[in-house]
């Protein structure tokens, strides 16, 4: 093993940009890896479900491009994870197709690594009958319509399969659905290095410069391990690391800054250090990984609930907004009555979200003493076809438009609508059915690599 190993997230999210200045200036440590996440569920389910990706190709372009010629330039890996967004094998394709344009136009040569992530359902469904799955979080337990019914089934790796393709002479890894940690954990696991040092680093390391002051994902983060310890330091020298800032990000997606779990356990962080090396880097020691007893991957599948409509008004007289719930409740018997004979109640959903009233959160708003001057209304029709979610959603909206309420002292024009037409197609709307941890003895075996050279 060598005294250290430093690599570099190249940013937070492939295709949200990052200064190709501070790449450069990363590049001058010599890295052994560089690395970047793509994909993330923050965005909702839509994007499994559809097969398309968050961020548009051109983008993805413009952060790829200088981050593949700086790897090979270098002769080190570039280590892509969850690859074009939510890492099914038609993300993984998008992404592969973007790579072999960028290396043939730059006449680059490379040993392409490819970990597909996609999950039968007679996997899950073997798995189920034998009690190897369980909820992840507060979810149902899972049933066999439900998987039945699920169009794309992702599992979530670990650092096994990127392991692999690195030990095989990947110049490449463009992996599906991966942790985040396992993008930049891989290598140093691999080359003997502290897994739980490993690990949360590469926890840090995939938000990018989340970690620093300013604040933000979009820039490059250096990260250096050492036998008991690593440090983490921006590329760009106007941010910079502190205890602070370093320690903060043990929150970040977790509801306990002590510990966070991987495919490989859990990684224990509650003897942790976080202590200022120099004006801007941090040096953390004391993470340690307690291994899982029980393998498990976690499972990510879509179904279609249906299509959706929805259109945004503004509501600025107080007597309306002090009205509001009679106003909906009113609305929503209008259109029942309206679509009877065509639709039954539990074939489309009508929703009412309501900004700067109780948009957010809904139901569980604590602060509803304050009236605000105007409220942004949000109606959204969900129906099992486009066109009769644009039915509900033209029934609601036109109602809404005119619908009385006690006070009222106009006969129209409750809304205001900032855009003309006033409804939007919202397309297929995809849910999350499946959110569930899958047991295994051997998990690495779900994820498949092959080897393709480009160039």
């Given at each position: 093993?060598?005294?250290?190993?430093?690599?570099?997230?190249?940013?937070?999210?492939?295709?949200?940009?990052?200064?190709?200045?501070?790449?450069?200036?990363?590049?001058?440590?010599?890295?052994?890896?560089?690395?970047?996440?793509?994909?993330?569920?923050?965005?909702?389910?839509?994007?499994?479900?559809?097969?398309?990706?968050?961020?548009?190709?051109?983008?993805?372009?413009?952060?790829?491009?200088?981050?593949?010629?700086?790897?090979?330039?270098?002769?080190?890996?570039?280590?892509?994870?969850?690859?074009?967004?939510?890492?099914?094998?038609?993300?993984?394709?998008?992404?592969?197709?973007?790579?072999?344009?960028?290396?043939?136009?730059?006449?680059?040569?490379?040993?392409?690594?490819?970990?597909?992530?996609?999950?039968?359902?007679?996997?899950?469904?073997?798995?189920?009958?034998?009690?190897?799955?369980?909820?992840?979080?507060?979810?149902?337990?899972?049933?066999?319509?439900?998987?039945?019914?699920?169009?794309?089934?992702?599992?979530?790796?670990?650092?096994?399969?990127?392991?692999?393709?690195?030990?095989?002479?990947?110049?490449?890894?463009?992996?599906?659905?991966?942790?985040?940690?396992?993008?930049?954990?891989?290598?140093?696991?691999?080359?003997?290095?502290?897994?739980?040092?490993?690990?949360?680093?590469?926890?840090?390391?995939?938000c990018g410069t989340l970690c620093a002051t300013p604040g933000g994902a979009n820039d490059a983060l250096i990260c250096t391990l050492a036998e008991e310890h690593f440090t983490v330091e921006p590329a760009n020298p106007a941010k910079r690391c502190t205890p602070e800032t370093v320690a903060a990000h043990s929150l970040y997606e977790q509801p306990d800054p002590n510990c966070f779990y991987e495919p490989e356990g859990k990684v224990d962080l509650s003897d942790c250090r976080f202590e200022q090396l120099d004006e801007r880097t941090v040096k953390v020691s004391g993470s340690?990984?307690?291994?899982?007893?029980?393998?498990?991957?976690?499972?990510?599948?879509?179904?279609?609930?249906?299509?959706?409509?929805?259109?945004?008004?503004?509501?600025?007289?107080?007597?309306?907004?002090?009205?509001?719930?009679?106003?909906?409740?009113?609305?929503?018997?209008?259109?029942?009555?309206?679509?009877?004979?065509?639709?039954?109640?539990?074939?489309?959903?009508?929703?009412?979200?309501?900004?700067?009233?109780?948009?957010?959160?809904?139901?569980?708003?604590?602060?509803?003493?304050?009236?605000?001057?105007?409220?942004?209304?949000?109606?959204?029709?969900?129906?099992?076809?486009?066109?009769?979610?644009?039915?509900?959603?033209?029934?609601?909206?036109?109602?809404?438009?005119?619908?009385?309420?006690?006070?009222?002292?106009?006969?129209?024009?409750?809304?205001?609508?900032?855009?003309?037409?006033?409804?939007?197609?919202?397309?297929?709307?995809?849910?999350?059915?499946?959110?569930?941890?899958?047991?295994?003895?051997?998990?690495?075996?779900?994820?498949?690599?092959?080897?393709?050279?480009?160039?």
């Amino acid at each position: 093993m060598p005294d250290s190993l430093c690599f570099v997230s190249a940013c937070g999210m492939l295709g949200y940009g990052y200064p190709p200045e501070s790449l450069d200036r990363a590049m001058t440590r010599r890295p052994a890896m560089l690395g970047v996440d793509s994909g993330s569920t923050d965005s909702g389910p839509y994007y499994l479900g559809s097969g398309k990706s968050f961020v548009t190709p051109q983008q993805v372009i413009r952060d790829l491009e200088p981050a593949l010629g700086a790897a090979r330039l270098a002769g080190i890996p570039l280590v892509i994870g969850s690859a074009g967004g939510s890492g099914s094998r038609v993300h993984v394709a998008a992404l592969t197709a973007l790579l072999r344009q960028i290396a043939a136009r730059r006449r680059l040569r490379l040993r392409l690594a490819v970990i597909h992530a996609d999950v039968d359902r007679t996997v899950v469904l073997d798995a189920m009958r034998q009690g190897r799955v369980r909820p992840c979080g507060p979810v149902p337990p899972l049933d066999e319509p439900t998987v039945r019914a699920s169009n794309r089934i992702v599992a979530q790796m670990g650092t096994g399969p990127i392991r692999r393709a690195l030990r095989e002479g990947a110049d490449v890894v463009a992996a599906g659905r991966a942790c985040d940690t396992a993008i930049f954990a891989a290598l140093p696991i691999e080359r003997g290095f502290d897994p739980g040092l490993a690990l949360h680093a590469a926890k840090i390391a995939e938000c990018g410069t989340l970690c620093a002051t300013p604040g933000g994902a979009n820039d490059a983060l250096i990260c250096t391990l050492a036998e008991e310890h690593f440090t983490v330091e921006p590329a760009n020298p106007a941010k910079r690391c502190t205890p602070e800032t370093v320690a903060a990000h043990s929150l970040y997606e977790q509801p306990d800054p002590n510990c966070f779990y991987e495919p490989e356990g859990k990684v224990d962080l509650s003897d942790c250090r976080f202590e200022q090396l120099d004006e801007r880097t941090v040096k953390v020691s004391g993470s340690r990984l307690v291994p899982a007893a029980q393998a498990t991957v976690k499972l990510e599948g879509t179904r279609l609930v249906g299509h959706r409509a929805i259109a945004v008004a503004g509501i600025r007289d107080p007597a309306a907004i002090a009205q509001l719930d009679e106003l909906q409740q009113g609305v929503r018997r209008s259109v029942a009555r309206s679509v009877e004979g065509t639709l039954r109640e539990d074939e489309y959903r009508l929703r009412f979200l309501r900004y700067g009233l109780d948009g957010v959160l809904g139901r569980h708003e604590t602060a509803r003493d304050n009236r605000p001057h105007e409220v942004g209304l949000v109606i959204d029709a969900v129906a099992q076809t486009q066109e009769l979610a644009d039915y509900v959603l033209s029934l609601a909206r036109s109602t809404a438009l005119h619908q009385p309420f006690p006070g009222r002292k106009t006969t129209a024009g409750n809304l205001a609508f900032p855009f003309s037409p006033s409804d939007f197609q919202g397309g297929p709307l995809y849910e999350f059915a499946i959110y569930h941890l899958l047991e295994l003895d051997d998990p690495d075996r779900l994820f498949p690599v092959t080897f393709e050279e480009v160039g």
